[in-house]
């Protein structure tokens, strides 16, 4: 068998691979033997991974919340010490109206409420436009009268509405005398 050996020696001479590997050839052959085994999780680190990832989901949730309410407009009292007492004073007196409203309400009077009440909401959401307006060019003097028209329409939709409760009230008495 020697002899045998000897032969495939002799017969491949000059024919085997004599060079270098390049370098890092020992590193590369290694980290094919010993490969990186997937980490695997332990509860500790699950719950340490979700903790992250939930703080993470807190600061954008809260820093979303506070780029909306960025979106508040600026109030009419807010312009100047005069606008600040201008709303004061309209703001008051709409809160007495509601107070008055509320207590007026029954079966006859509960529809022109709630009707008189939706408009009042469009014009608070008007209102509320107008202050996104009033942030952007608090300069703008047609923003603070069309603010102050928009109270004094708040104003006039409840007092209309109250007459309109009397008119109601004013109807019943008569029917009630005449059925008498």
Known sequence: MPDNLKHIFEKFENQFDIEEPRIGHFKRFEEKLNPVKPQHFT??????????????????GIWIGSNLNSTNGMELAQVSNEMEETQSYFVATIEKELQTIKTEQNSDTEQLINDALNQLNKLENQYHILTLELKESAEDKRIIYAMISNFQQRIELLQTLMQQIENVKQLKTQNNETYI
């Open 43 to 60: 509860i500790k680190t699950l719950f340490a991974r979700i903790a992250a990832a939930a703080s993470i989901i807190l600061m954008v």
